[in-house]
């Protein structure tokens, strides 16, 4: 199942949901030219994964979508994804795409992430898991385009 579900910045937001996975996304921002990676740079991925206090769920999700937002009005960041596992309904993932590491270090210093940082621990029932990814498929250029 597909609908229309809000805004992130100026561009339309999709719901999915399947058996295992809700899933809210932005469309391809990276066709953007201010988004897109330039040829030489590797992307900076990260997956983040939540465990949330199952009492504090909705006023989490508020505050996520709206840090998710803020993320992708950064003119680096290519994607932001926030990810539910429905088997696990407390459990949230987010995989966030920045463009090159510049772009990423960018958001580290931006202010709606000092708040979220500030805030995060009200909502979380244990800490959270960091990965930081390399890209693998589809290789890096087919999130490029030429101009």
Same mark, same amino acid.
């Given at each position: 199942?597909?609908?229309?579900?809000?805004?992130?910045?100026?561009? &339309?937001?999709?719901?999915?949901? *399947? /058996?295992?996975?809700?899933?809210?996304?932005?469309?391809?921002? *990276?066709?953007?030219? *201010? !988004?897109?990676?330039?040829?030489?740079?590797?992307?900076? @991925?990260?997956? @983040?994964? *939540?465990?949330?206090? &199952?009492?504090? !769920?909705?006023?989490?999700?508020?505050?996520?979508?709206? %840090?998710?937002?803020?993320?992708?009005?950064?003119?680096?960041?290519?994607?932001?994804? @926030?990810?539910?596992?429905?088997?696990?309904?407390?459990?949230?993932? =987010?995989?966030?795409? =920045?463009?090159? /590491?510049?772009?990423?270090?960018?958001?580290?210093?931006? &202010?709606?992430?000092?708040?979220?940082?500030?805030?995060?621990?009200?909502? !979380?029932?244990?800490?959270?898991?960091? %990965?930081?990814? !390399?890209?693998? =498929? &589809?290789? /890096?250029?087919?999130?490029?385009?030429? /101009?």
């Amino acid at each position: 199942m597909q609908r229309s579900f809000t805004k992130a910045g100026s561009r &339309p937001a999709y719901f999915h949901q *399947s /058996d295992t996975l809700i899933v809210f996304h932005s469309p391809a921002s *990276s066709l953007l030219a *201010s !988004r897109r990676p330039s040829k030489e740079c590797q992307m900076v @991925i990260t997956l @983040i994964e *939540s465990h949330i206090k &199952p009492e504090l !769920r909705e006023q989490f999700i508020e505050f996520v979508t709206q %840090h998710a937002k803020l993320c992708l009005e950064e003119p680096g960041c290519v994607n932001f994804d @926030i990810l539910e596992d429905t088997r696990e309904p407390d459990t949230f993932f =987010y995989y966030e795409v =920045y463009k090159d /590491d510049e772009a990423h270090q960018a958001h580290m210093g931006t &202010p709606h992430l000092a708040l979220y940082r500030e805030r995060i621990g009200e909502f !979380r029932a244990e800490g959270g898991v960091n %990965h930081r990814l !390399r890209n693998l =498929y &589809p290789v /890096d250029e087919r999130w490029r385009t030429s /101009d």
